[in-house]
């Protein structure tokens, strides 16, 4: 559409610099509304940014309709950039002309922190995430998750994966257990995926050999920590021919070294990257790490979340680094898809990755020989006639393979030090929450 030359375009509040005694028109949100005598001030925020804009008595028009801006109203301004020492960054806007695009009515809760308030309960601010979101600070999460993300993507494309999608409603249950969501499926039930596990194995024997994928995760469990949702992204890879869960766990640790490179590059200069190999340890040696310092175990071949986080400490003191892999989880806490050792059945060929102190990937080589599969499958007591679909992948050749299921939102709750994976989360769902 052709512009008539009198509109003049718009500039974003992060260009502005530079411009002094240009005109510009700036769009945006009314953060702060302060008057002063004959000269009425305002905060305008857009997605680059903040600019104080000033009007006086001078240009009646405007100063009137100033003053009966609401905070949060959207507003169109037109005005002179002058040089002011006084306002943040050197220079203001003096407004000529002003159209209010919105008007925004009495704020639920703050946008932007008042001086004098108390932090405000997170469950109203999720109510109202779309005003929560208008804060700088969360507006960088999700950039910080998009460099994330194009660095999985990157590492895993580079490296000869494909991307592949796989379906959210199943017919079975994936991994068994109560832990799924059912779902009406016209004459009959259907259940939302808890993770993508059985397809990502089906690439493997459709000869794939390398895959990745991102998409939604169902977990139907009544989970009130700060690291569970009953919704989440996961990531997910899943490669063939391997000889162990090390080639899984050299894959992950690179992929999260690019991951960390984009993050460091497109937002964070600050970040540091981690240095590989990454630390890796035993669930054993762990544990007698963990006795050492006299942290309680319940279990012998898993963790607690308490565990978790005093390794993640114990690790850094030691290392100085934020990651570690634990290797040889117990196979009675393990998926039975989850291969064992020849020589040790008490076992998994798995790991986990924590990262400051939190698991953010479970990973492992997977049971390709279908017996053996099945066998394990009936061990934990599971109903094997729903997974004959799933065992039958592997009856017409199948080649070695294994993968993991990462939590971005977790990886950037702690990258960014957030209270809860659900800060990390553009619209989070738990047990409790199901809008907006
Ligand atoms: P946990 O033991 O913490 O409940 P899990 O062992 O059930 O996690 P997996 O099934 O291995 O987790 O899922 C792979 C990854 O997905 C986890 O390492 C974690 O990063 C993420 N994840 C798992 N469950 C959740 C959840 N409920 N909410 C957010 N992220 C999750």
């Given at each position: 559409m052709l512009k008539s030359k009198d509109i003049m375009l718009r500039t974003h509040v992060s260009d502005l610099k530079g411009k002094i005694s240009e005109q510009v028109r700036v769009e945006g949100f009314v953060q702060a509304r302060r008057d002063q005598g004959g000269i009425k001030f305002l905060v305008v925020r857009d997605v680059t940014g903040t600019v104080q804009?000033?009007?006086t008595r001078q240009n009646g028009e405007v100063f009137d309709e100033v003053a009966k801006l609401t905070l949060e109203s959207v507003i169109d301004l037109t005005g002179?950039?002058?040089?002011?020492?006084?306002?943040?960054?050197?220079?203001?806007?003096?407004?000529?002309?002003?159209?209010?695009?919105?008007?925004?009515?009495?704020?639920?809760?703050?946008v932007v922190e008042e001086k004098s308030g108390g932090e405000v309960d997170a469950a109203l601010r999720f109510d109202y995430r779309w005003l929560d979101l208008r804060?700088?600070?969360?507006?960088?999460?999700?950039?910080?998750?998009?460099?994330?993300?194009?660095g999985f993507r990157k590492y895993f494309s580079d490296n000869g994966y494909v991307q592949v999608y796989s379906p959210s409603i199943m017919g079975t249950a994936s991994e068994g257990g109560s832990e799924v969501f059912e779902v009406q499926y016209f004459d009959r039930k259907g259940y939302l995926a808890q993770s993508p596990q059985f397809y990502k194995q089906l690439a493997q024997s459709a000869g794939f050999e390398k895959v990745f994928m991102v998409g939604p995760v169902f977990r139907a469990e009544p989970s009130f920590t700060t690291r569970h949702m009953t919704e989440f992204t996961g990531w997910d890879f899943e490669l063939s021919y391997i000889d162990s869960h090390e080639d899984i766990m050299?894959?992950?640790?690179?992929?999260?070294?690019?991951?960390?490179?984009?993050?460091?590059?497109?937002?964070?200069?600050?970040?540091?990257?981690?240095?590989?190999?990454?630390?890796?340890?035993?669930?054993?040696?762990?544990?007698?790490?963990?006795?050492?310092?006299?942290?309680?175990?319940?279990?012998?071949?898993?963790?607690?979340?308490?565990?978790?986080?005093?390794?993640?400490?114990?690790?850094?003191?030691?290392?100085?680094?934020?990651?570690?892999?634990?290797?040889?989880?117990?196979?009675?806490?393990?998926?039975?898809?989850?291969?064992?050792p020849e020589a040790d059945q008490t076992v998994t060929k798995s790991y986990d990755l924590i990262y400051k102190g939190l698991e953010i990937t479970t990973g492992a080589q997977r049971e390709h020989r279908p017996a053996i599969l099945k066998q394990q499958a009936q061990e934990k007591g599971i109903p094997t006639d729903q997974l004959e679909s799933y065992f039958s992948f592997f009856r017409y050749g199948c080649p070695p393979h294994?993968?993991?299921?990462?939590?971005?939102?977790?990886?950037?709750?702690?990258?960014?030090?957030?209270?809860?994976v659900k800060e990390a989360t553009f619209l989070p769902r738990d047990v409790r929450r199901l809008t907006p």
């Open positions: 804009a000033i009007v002179m950039i002058k040089e002011q020492k006084q306002a943040p960054g050197g220079f203001e806007i003096e407004i000529e002309a002003l159209k209010v695009l919105s008007v925004a009515e009495p704020l639920p809760i703050p804060k700088p600070e969360k507006l960088k999460i999700f950039k910080v998750w998009t460099a994330l993300e194009k050299q894959a992950e640790e690179a992929m999260l070294v690019e991951a960390f490179k984009t993050v460091k590059e497109e937002v964070m200069p600050e970040l540091e990257i981690p240095t590989v190999p990454f630390p890796r340890m035993t669930m054993n040696e762990a544990k007698l790490k963990l006795k050492q310092v006299g942290v309680p175990s319940d279990k012998a071949g898993d963790f607690s979340s308490e565990e978790e986080r005093e390794l993640g400490r114990l690790v850094k003191e030691e290392t100085g680094h934020d990651f570690v892999f634990v290797t040889e989880y117990g196979s009675a806490y393990r998926a039975f898809y989850h291969m064992r294994g993968g993991a299921g990462i939590g971005p939102g977790r990886i950037i709750m702690k990258l960014l030090d957030l209270e809860s």
